[in-house]
């Protein structure tokens, strides 16, 4: 090979490369006001009540996996307290909520087909839940979604429900836990969440 050639032709894709990179940076800087105001909207409807979430860019001098793009989710969870990472104020609620609201709006463009939502009843409950309860059973329509709750007013937007039990059994005056898993389907759902309503 000859090294000149190598080097022109290394130094012509970097070139491609990086036209490319910045295209797509500003394509990304287009349309984050706009990502912006429907997390915002997302999140309000998931009674995050006055929190805003903001998609800051950075065009980076070095490539990433994704370019020359640096993306950071900004929120400002309570009015007049300023803007802050999301991953450094939210909690793990708050976390799951935002999440929840990404999937929803991102749900007609991945192909991510399960999605996992645990804690996201964390210090929550009446109509807050119900609400969660909605978005998730939307988010459900695109994919397969799996919720970790305790709560039944999230429960019983289920189309299938597995309930955990833990017992306490005695032998030979030695204590142990047994859990039980059982599905439900149907009207058992309703039932069952009737049942977690009247436990809480």
Same mark, same amino acid.
């Given at each position: 090979y000859d090294l000149d050639q190598v080097k022109n032709g290394i130094d012509f894709l970097k070139f491609k490369l990086t036209e490319s990179s910045r295209s797509l940076h500003k394509q990304r800087v287009k349309h984050a006001s706009k990502l912006s105001l429907e997390l915002t909207e997302k999140i309000q409807n998931l009674k995050m009540n006055g929190a805003v979430i903001k998609l800051e860019l950075e065009e980076l001098? $070095?490539? #990433?996996?994704?370019?020359? !793009? &640096?993306? #950071?989710?900004?929120a400002e969870t309570n009015p007049g307290e300023?803007?802050?990472? =999301?991953? %450094?104020?939210a909690s793990g609620g708050e976390l799951s909520r /935002?999440? *929840? +609201?990404?999937? @929803? /709006? *991102?749900? +007609?463009?991945?192909?991510?087909?399960?999605?996992?939502? $645990?804690?996201?009843? !964390?210090? /929550?409950?009446? %109509? !807050?839940? /119900?609400?969660?309860?909605?978005?998730?059973? @939307?988010?459900a329509k695109n994919g397969q979604v799996i919720a970790i709750t305790h709560l039944p007013q999230i429960a019983q937007f289920a189309e299938s429900l597995i309930v955990v039990n833990k017992d306490i059994q005695s032998e030979d005056?030695?204590?142990?836990? %047994?859990?039980? =898993?059982? %599905? *439900?389907?149907? &009207?058992?759902? *309703?039932k069952e969440a009737q049942s977690m309503a009247q436990l809480n």
């Open positions: 001098k $070095d490539f #990433n996996d994704l370019g020359t !793009t &640096k993306a #950071n989710f900004m300023g803007f802050f990472k =999301v991953k %450094e104020v /935002i999440l *929840l +609201a990404v999937r @929803q /709006i *991102l749900a +007609a463009y991945d192909s991510i087909s399960i999605f996992l939502f $645990d804690e996201i009843d !964390t210090g /929550i409950g009446g %109509e !807050t839940a /119900i609400c969660i309860g909605k978005a998730l059973s @939307q988010v005056k030695k204590s142990r836990t %047994e859990s039980s =898993v059982k %599905e *439900l389907s149907g &009207k058992m759902i *309703l």
